[in-house]
């Protein structure tokens, strides 16, 4: 899969795109990342890509003319997905991330300051994404967000299929705890069953935990989950014991 990146801050995604998985997804050749200076697209010797909004107020707005050059440039006959990284798009989520998985090409748009000029989203982005409710100061974290998301998905980047496959979110409950040494920390022991070599009674241990975890911490997931016959009844035993000593 191709990413390309726009944005007027390229330095910030080095560390990133040569770091850990992505790195090693970049070197094995399963993912290509390109990231481009908005700049390079700007027509005038200061290199200027941003203007006063129009009807005035505070902070300043990306200028259309530079994003439409370095779209229709980068996007070539190829027809890349092409993603704006924005407050006002739809929240990213497990579905999402595995719906531009899909994708082949990808492009991002990464904007600063008060935002981009209305007619670039009109006419060059095929889909607006947030990645939260909440302001950060341009989009280029976002993209990375997603870039580390959706590379996951990708075939053959994540070593073991099986951590993939059993991804907490794929299943649509969070993940169950997890235990490595030491034995104790803190006066804290492991769960015996962990220890117990049966990888039958560990394998319902850990059904039971990730189980019990959607319900304290995220029940908002429990109505879209679709669970086993035998899910729903662990998820019953729960729910009473909760509201026994609850
Ligand atoms: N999830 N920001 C983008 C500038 C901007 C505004 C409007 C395009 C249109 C954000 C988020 C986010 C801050 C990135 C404003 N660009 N992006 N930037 N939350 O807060 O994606």
Redesign the pocket.
């Known amino acids: 899969m191709r990413i390309q990146v726009l944005t007027i801050f390229p330095e910030l995604f080095a560390p990133f795109v040569a770091t850990s998985l992505v790195g090693r997804a970049t070197e094995r050749g399963l993912l290509r990342i390109e990231v481009h200076d908005l700049r390079d697209y700007s027509e005038d010797r200061h290199r200027s890509v941003d203007d006063e909004p129009y009807g005035g107020g505070g902070g300043m707005v990306m200028t259309a003319p530079p994003w439409i050059r370095a779209v229709r440039d980068l996007a070539g006959d190829r027809q890349p997905w092409r993603v ?6 739809r929240r990213l989520d497990d579905a999402k991330v595995r719906e531009l998985a899909a994708r082949e090409e990808l492009m991002l748009l990464c ?6 000029d209305e007619r670039v989203r009109e006419t060059m982005v095929d889909e607006e ?4 409710d ?6 280029e974290l ?1 993209a990375m967000v997603l870039i580390e998301a959706v590379s996951r998905q990708v075939p053959g980047v994540v070593g073991l299929e099986k951590s993939v496959r059993e991804d907490s979110f794929r299943r649509g409950l969070l993940d169950h705890p997890h235990y490595t040494r030491p034995p104790v920390v803190e006066g804290l022991e492991v769960p015996e069953v962990l220890l117990s070599g049966n990888h039958a009674a560990i394998e319902s241990w850990r059904e039971a935990e990730a189980l019990r975890a959607t319900l304290e911490k995220r029940p908002d997931l429990l109505v879209e989950a679709d669970l086993t016959e035998v899910q729903r009844r662990e998820l019953e035993r729960l729910r009473k014991s909760a509201r026994k000593s609850g």
Do not use: A, D, F, N
């Open positions: 704006l990284l924005s407050p006002q798009g904007g600063r300051y008060e935002g981009i994404i947030s990645i939260g909440y302001v950060l100061s341009g989009g976002p």
